[in-house]
């Protein structure tokens, strides 16, 4: 019995060029078939291998026989009042994880999950109430940005190509750090995706070792989730403090260029009676000093169980404009998908509108 061919089929959507060489020379084809491969599965986005012109019958046979392509549509999705667009995803063994599709103007965003859960437990987020699950494979997160936009589903308005990722969906892409990386190189050299690493960010609660890898491997924008420049106050809600506090994180970051292409956002979701006054504010400048970022403003989306309420406008605009008036850029961000669970820290993995 060929051991191998009882084994499961592997994707191929996820692998690098140098896994997909190995590929094509343990079936015995010429090295450049590893390219030709790629091109199809990043730039044409084919889903079979039939799909796959150049390559000779006999070489897509034995691919078939050991490998898939590795794509999955969304089994569903929900859209907002306000054009977002939340896709379910299975992923196996019963588990499901949610990306969002954010459409704007001349931009089209899609916000990619990372994990199944989340490991991080911050007490304002629904993901972390799940617990965690499991990494997501780099097949399975590459596989959320090939697939969507998908043809539009009846009803809605004709998709636009993506524009920019942000890696801010389930999970800390920093937990899975290995497959985020294989998914970011597959999406900035030329014979992937080819995109420019100024449309994509990654967001984080600041692991340091692997942010620091991060930093020096890529040209990504960072995202790091603040929330609290108040050590005691952000260990109450996040436990990460704890090993990361985030006074080191930003003495990490000080030590790297923000000023030109790459930029460091630091995302605040602000809590009525909790962070939302100036001397938060202040708090917030001091832990930012001299190093080049700007500040996202974020409104809290209400999840059960959680005994927050969002910082009212009128507040936010005084927060903003004082941190404005120090020479901080800071904005606050437009809330998107609410209604339907898709908001930021409301991805649970369900799909439905609750």
Known sequence: ???????????????????????????????????????????????????????????????????????????????????????????????????????????????????????????????????????????????????IPPKAPKGFEPMTELTNVVFMGMGEPLDNLSELLKVLEIMTVPWGLAWSPKRITVSTVGKMTELKELLDRTQVHIAISVHSADPLQRGSMMPVQKAYPIQGVMKLLSGYDFSHQRRLSLEYIMWRNVNDDLAHANMLISLIG?????????????????????????????????????????????SRGEDIMAACGMLAGKGEKK
């Open 1 to 147: 019995m060929d051991t191998k061919a009882a084994k499961t089929k592997r994707p191929l959507i996820g692998m690098t060029l140098s896994e997909l060489e190995g590929v094509v020379k343990e079936g015995g084809m010429p090295r450049f078939v590893a390219k030709q491969i790629a091109q199809w599965l990043y730039e044409k986005k084919v889903t079979s291998f039939d799909e796959m012109a150049n390559i000779s019958k006999k070489n897509k046979q034995w691919l078939e026989e050991y490998y898939v392509i590795g794509r999955e549509e969304p089994v569903s999705n929900l859209k907002s009042e306000d054009g977002t667009v939340k896709y379910l995803f299975n992923v196996g063994d019963g588990k499901k994880i949610e990306s969002v599709y954010i459409p704007d103007k001349d931009r089209a965003t899609l916000c990619v999950s990372s994990q199944v859960g989340c490991r991080m437990n911050c007490y304002f987020c629904m993901t972390g109430k799940q617990g965690f699950k499991g990494n997501l494979t780099a097949a399975q997160i590459i596989n959320q940005i090939l697939s």
């Open 290 to 334: 001299k190093i080049d970022c700007r500040v996202n403003l974020i409104r809290f989306h209400a999840i059960p169980g959680v005994e927050l309420v969002s910082s009212n406008e009128e507040k936010m605009i005084i927060f903003r404009n004082y941190l404005n008036s120090k020479g901080i850029i800071a904005t606050i961000r437009a």
